[in-house]
């Protein structure tokens, strides 16, 4: 955690990994002025904050500004895309649309490192971020494990799908079991909030929607639990791909 203008300027300006800036709703003043000349372009999530949640984090002199830093460097999709088709891969995202839990998503990390997924998408905002308990539930696979964090969740599905790589929704509206979709070539799973499931604008670009059946008398599957299911049910398709 970085707290007070200058400091936060100077992490920026020193290439400091920033997962997410807290900033008083009424901030003014030259150095704020500084500050968002400072931030602007890069991809870091901003909230404006009543001054009240700034001082439950800390009482010391923030100035109406706390800046948390991250313990992974970002990656960005475009970048990735191209580089694992040279190396003669076809690319394996998982996209956690929504996902909040930090032990969730350190549990999703953890065993997309052991299934061979080649990076994780996050949004950058109202997503989960890369802190210490989430890179401790995942048995350090987050120090690995390529992190992608992205501005417009839409335009990198567009982008994986132009790509050549297949989109597979993880929803309880899907017409298809999950183990009858073929996972075989490049693909991008998508994962979507517990509560709330993928939204409607990133299900409609979709290719595929799989279905886990659910037999019992409870609605659905810890989102962790769920993407364990279909990631390996990848790794079985990619592994035997006639289903033997």
């Not at 649309?97 to 299934?115: H, K, L, P, S, Y």
Request: hydrophobic share 40%; net charge neutral; proline share 4%.
């Amino acid at each position: 955690m970085i707290f007070g203008i200058r400091a936060v300027i100077e992490a920026i300006e020193a290439g400091k990994e920033i997962d997410r800036l807290l900033i008083k709703k009424d901030m003014q003043g030259d150095l704020s002025r500084e500050l968002f000349a400072a931030i602007k372009g890069l991809d870091i999530p901003v909230q404006r904050v009543p001054l009240e949640r700034l001082n439950r984090i800390t009482r010391k002199n923030h100035q109406g500004v706390i800046a948390f830093t991250t313990q992974i460097t970002y990656q960005h999709v475009e970048n990735l895309v191209p580089m694992l088709f040279e190396e003669g891969k076809d690319p394996f995202f998982v996209l956690l649309d929504g996902v909040t839990d930090v032990r969730n998503f350190g549990a999703i990390a953890r065993t997309a490192e052991c299934a061979g997924v080649d990076a994780i998408i996050l949004p950058s905002r109202n997503s989960v971020s890369v802190n210490a308990d989430a890179i401790k539930t995942s048995a350090g696979a987050l120090h690995t494990l390529p992190v992608c964090r992205e501005n417009n969740i839409s335009q990198t599905i567009r982008f994986l799908k132009n790509s050549g790589i297949r989109i597979v929704g993880a929803t309880e509206k899907g017409d298809k079991d999950y183990t009858k979709g073929d996972y075989t070539g490049p693909v991008c799973l998508i994962m979507g909030a517990e509560d709330k499931g993928i939204p409607q604008e990133h299900l409609a670009l979709c290719d595929e929607w799989a279905r886990i059946p659910i037999l019992g008398k409870i609605e659905s599957l810890n989102v962790s639990v769920a993407a364990g299911v279909l990631m390996y049910e990848i790794v079985k398709q990619r592994n035997h791909p006639s289903g033997t």
